[in-house]
């Protein structure tokens, strides 16, 4: 697997004739200059994605206790260590400590849970040689489980939203009464799911024979931090993914409203082993092997690990945030036996950032966001070979950026899935594809949104709304979304690690990596 990640940066080298995109590009001090439409939008800064929102060191833990392979199932040693460093309490930094495992096999035959903020579970290594490896034994199950208990609570009233637009990539909003919102508070950004909406999504007629179908329902919630309040406008630190348009509100509002969030666990890791299972064929809803979980969990990391035959890589839940996963590498040699594909990474938190991610398999969808989440989400300098995709799955996420990755013989598609699933429906608004290489792209717009594709390589493909009788499309193509430089690269290379960069220097990316001298900053 180490290969690959040579390979990723070789495929999505910079070629000297790159473009200049009129959405964004260096100007002549060399700070980036952003596009606008006729109503003002623009692609936004991703930069926020990632452990402590992006542009800071994964800290180096020290190991607290040391355990090395028994030959017998370990699982609950490795368990006792973790609860034993669970237990200290927390330093300055939040942190209580590291179990490291040594160089071997250890065999597990049951979850291990870290449900605790501070705890790093760490290997020697994730390489064929001198290598920690935890084998998935008995019954399949999740190998690591990252699991905090999520709560929310309201702190003062909410107050409505009373602009009659508010675009995509904004970060300021009016509302009625600001007199309970502060600089510093957290609040929560509500979005009510009318008929109106539904309709002119196109997802209110939404049928199939065989099971119910639906698309979403109910109120759309963000977080975001206050930066500043004046007088009836409200500035967002993070700019809001979606757009909020009163016109399909009938008697509801738009709302913000103080919160207070407790329960994620913070500052755990998962570093430097290896978690592999029997290579089996299953179908993706029966019983199947998941390296890893993650839920209710902020400031959070996994790097350095290779996941092996698992069925399913890493899913991550909606209540998870400011998560960086780097350089997790996942293998299938088998193909599940369903038309149901299963993941290599299920995103449904936000400010998450994959990073030099890379995967082997066929019958898979790589990396995909799930339902009803604000980004900003990226995935970056990553590469996947197989027959799969990387694509949104289901029911309307937004702030998609995939940036610099590779799918050599498979696509990256931001489509509408009609009534596959139980409607999944548009899985995907606001999304942008920056210098990417896939042997297809599929870049469906949706209703009252855009969608970019910027500077990448590979056909580009159209389809209508699957309706599902045998997989088929019905109807005329779906919208394209905006085209621009297809088959020849833009400056700058990447576009998250140039804003990034502007946002808070060059030593930014060499935190998290990356050379700061290099123009393509591999």
């Known amino acids: 697997m180490k290969s690959l990640r040579v390979f990723s940066l070789l495929v999505i080298s910079h070629s000297l004739l790159a473009q200049k995109s009129q959405w964004v590009h260096p100007g002549a001090n060399g700070r980036l200059v952003y596009g606008r439409d006729q109503s003002g939008i623009m692609i936004p800064d991703y930069s926020f994605a990632g452990y402590h929102s992006g542009g800071v060191s994964l800290p180096a833990i020290p190991a607290e206790i040391k355990l090395s392979p028994s030959g017998a199932d370990d699982t609950t040693a490795i368990q006792h260590a973790i609860n034993t460093i669970s237990a200290r309490p927390l330093n300055s930094r939040g942190v209580r400590g590291a179990v490291q495992l040594a160089p071997g096999t250890f065999h597990c035959s049951a979850t291990l849970v870290i449900a605790t903020s501070g705890v790093v579970l760490r290997g020697a290594g994730d390489g064929a040689n001198h290598a920690t490896t935890i084998s998935l034994t008995g019954e399949p199950h999740v190998g690591i489980s990252i699991k905090g208990s999520f709560a929310l609570s309201t702190t003062s009233p909410a107050t409505n939203i009373t602009d009659e637009y508010v675009p995509f990539g904004a970060h300021v909003v009016h509302v009625t009464d600001a007199t309970h919102i502060h600089a510093g508070d957290l609040v929560q950004i509500s979005k009510p799911v009318t008929p109106g909406w539904i309709k002119y999504m196109g997802m209110s007629d939404l049928e199939r024979a065989d099971r119910d179908e639906h698309w979403i329902n109910g109120t759309l919630n963000v977080r975001r931090r206050v930066a500043a309040v004046n007088g009836d406008a409200i500035t967002f630190k993070i700019a809001l993914m979606d757009s909020y348009d009163s016109k399909f509100l009938g008697t509801e509002h738009f709302t913000v409203q103080p919160v207070a969030v407790s329960g994620q666990v913070k500052e755990v890791g998962v570093e430097d082993l290896r978690i592999a299972a029997p290579a089996v064929s299953v179908g993706f809803h029966d019983a199947h092997t998941i390296a890893m979980e993650i839920a209710a969990t902020a400031d959070s990391w996994v790097r350095n690990v290779a996941m092996i035959d698992t069925t399913e890589g890493v899913r991550m839940d909606f209540n998870s945030e400011r998560i960086t996963l780097t350089r997790v590498d996942v293998e299938q040699s088998k193909t599940v036996t369903s038309s149901a594909k299963p993941f290599d990474f299920a995103i449904n938190g936000t400010q998450v950032l994959v990073d030099r991610a890379t995967g082997i398999g066929n019958s898979v969808i790589y990396f995909a966001t799930e339902p009803r989440q604000q980004g900003p989400v990226v995935i970056l300098n990553s590469v996947f070979h197989g027959d799969g995709n990387l694509e949104p799955h289901q029911r309307w996420s937004t702030g ?57 390589r590979g056909p580009l493909k159209s389809q209508g709304m699957p309706d599902g009788k045998g997989g088929r499309v019905h109807g005329t193509p779906l919208p394209s979304g905006l085209i621009e430089s297809q088959g020849k690269p833009v400056t700058p290379q990447s576009l998250y690690l140039s804003q990034l960069a502007e946002r808070l220097g060059p030593n930014a990316l060499k935190n998290i990596g990356y050379d700061t001298t290099d123009p393509a900053h591999r």
Not at 413 to 438: C, D, F, K, P, Q
């Open 400 to 456: 998609l950026l995939v940036d610099n990755c590779a799918v050599p013989s498979g696509g990256i598609h931001l489509i509408n899935r009609g009534v596959e699933g139980s409607g999944h429906g548009w899985t995907i608004g606001w999304g942008v594809v920056w210098n990417s290489t896939a042997s297809s792209f599929i870049i469906q717009q949706a209703p009252g949104t855009l969608t970019w594709a910027i500077g990448n």
